[in-house]
DNA sequence: GATAATTAATTCGACTTCTAAATATAGTTT
DNA sequence: AAACTATATTTAGAAGTCGAATTAATTATC
């Protein structure tokens, strides 16, 4: 018995929770949780490019590479070169990918965010507050490598 | 902006902490954190089989097959036939194995180890209780499919 | 005792995720 | 202008993860 296994557990659980929840999504909606993040970055990003869509969902690039492939493959996003860079590219949703997006199930599970709306206020932040600070103590390690940025930094438009 | 955005990057933040320090073990040890949770249950369970260390680590049997091919290919367990039930399989520990378990490090960062031990009690507590109230909202809607089980009912032995 | 239903484990196919290496373009230096 | 250096993206390779299908063995039912 460790003195962190019921930290353990839970953050298992949590993340068992959220996959299955994405796989779930999948066989309803031919969309899991990471490649809607994405469209819903490229909604709200100005521009938005690999790179940037990377920093905000907190995915490497490679990844977000390979969750592009797969929606362009469903017809949903598509690359376009609009800058004067040659290097960058800009995805843009397609009229399909749109609609969809419109359509899109929330990205935590609906059970869930019924119980957490129900919560007092300050419930709510102490859960958030503890989520958080436990992210950043845990994640301090790696903000050398690759910072995390505010929502400004890459064009996140507030609305 | 939904109101779980910030939850929502939180959790990323840490399943993303988790994920790259269980990669850097590998470099380091040769063993991802879910290899060392399945050697971590053999020990801790009485006549371990695929099926009960699932459960106990809350991970599939079909995950938890794939995780045993790895460390059988590794030389750090081997599969057993023990019991008069010819489809249950025991897992046990090599030599080798044994070694590597007394040497392995924490399955969390240590660096977050550090910051966690440092708090004051009622502080972890917080912080624990917190973190396994979320894990509850999120996880209901398994528990019919996959019920989690104490830790007594697939006989971990308690120390 | 033969057939059906259940249980344990594995295999298969699909997805996510990462790092490191490869490509291509842009910017800087001399 | 040629040769570095830096940046953006993709490719390659390796693990983890699951559900569904498969195989083998056990238990239950008639």
Known sequence: MKDYDELLIS????TR???LYSKR???ETNLTISQLLVMDAIVKIDKPTPSAIAKSILLSQATVTNLIDRLVKNGLV???RLGTDKRTINIVLT?????KYQDAPELLQSEFLRKYRELENWEQHLLVSAISRV????????IDASPILT???????DQ
Do not use: H, N, S, V
Not at 135 to 142: F, G, L, S
């Open 11 to 14: 953050l298992r659980r949590i």
């Open 17 to 19: 929770a959220i996959d």
């Open 25 to 27: 999504l999948q066989k």
């Open 78 to 80: 598509e690359r376009k």
């Open 95 to 99: 009229q399909q990918g749109e609609q």
């Open 135 to 142: 992210a950043t103590m845990m994640d301090a390690e790696e």
């Open 151 to 157: 929502l400004g930094e890459i064009g996140i438009r």
